[in-house]
Every structure is written in C-alpha cells, then in structure tokens.
C-alpha cells in the first residue's frame, strides 16, 4: 500500500514538473509567489497548487479564447449588416435611376397580353357558331 501512495505522489511530481515546463514555456515566471525556476530545482513541489495554478492559467485561455470568438463573430455580423445595406443603396439608387423605365415597360407588356388575351377571345366566340354547326352535323 506505502509503495503505491510513493509511486502515486511520483507520478504527480512528474506530472507537476511537465506542467512547469509547460509553463515557463507560455511565459509564465511565478506560480503563486514562488518562481518557476527555483521550484524547477526543488525535488518536491506542492502539485495541487501547481495544478490549481494551471487550471487558472488554462481556464484565462479558453476565456480570451470565447472573447476572441465572440468579437469575430460580430465583426462578420456587422460586414455582412454593412453589405446589405451597400446593396440596399445600390438598388434603390438603380430603381431611382431606371425604375420609372422599367415600370413602364412592364405596363407594356401587361397591355400587350392583355390586348392578345381579348383577340383571341373574340375570335374564340366568333367561332362558336361555326363550331357548334360543325358539332350538330
């Protein structure tokens, strides 16, 4: 059982000195008021404080991280806001431009069938008379 509990606590002073590493790689020169270098030297080292300090240290990462996110997210939102209403102001300032062209060229058209439509119809009714005489023989 003892020698479980020593080759426990030796695997968390590993763990303990890779975490210093890690974070003496990142910049970080204190953990707590102690300084990296002189608890590198040390044999032992309070591993819970250690890890309590990176979790910290991780847990700031992932906050700027989200932070970080959050502010390209906007910036996206805000370009694609300011492209809409590019757009917007572009095509009203089309329609301003062509629009009353472009309407009276649909009205045309609209006339143009219309008028069609009412020919044909004419010609379908004159016809009736033809047709039901051509029907009854």
Not at 112 to 117: I, L, P
Request: hydrophobic share 30%; charged share 40%; net charge neutral.
């Amino acid at each position: 059982m003892n020698v479980l509990l020593e080759e426990l606590n030796q695997k968390r002073q590993v763990r303990a000195k890779q975490v210093l590493n890690e974070l003496e790689q990142r910049g970080v020169e204190k953990v707590g008021k102690n300084k990296i270098e002189s608890l590198m030297k040390q044999e032992e080292v309070d591993c819970d404080q250690i890890e309590s300090f990176y979790q910290k240290e991780l847990e700031k990462d992932r906050a700027a991280f989200e932070v970080q996110q959050r502010q390209k997210r906007n910036e996206v939102e805000l370009m694609a806001h300011s492209t809409k209403c590019e757009e917007k102001k572009a095509l009203l300032a089309y329609c301003d431009k062509h629009g009353e062209k472009a309407v009276a060229e649909i009205k045309a058209a609209i006339e143009e069938r219309e008028k069609q439509a009412s020919h044909t119809r004419q010609q379908l009714e004159s016809a009736a008379g033809s047709f039901e005489r051509y029907h009854k023989a």
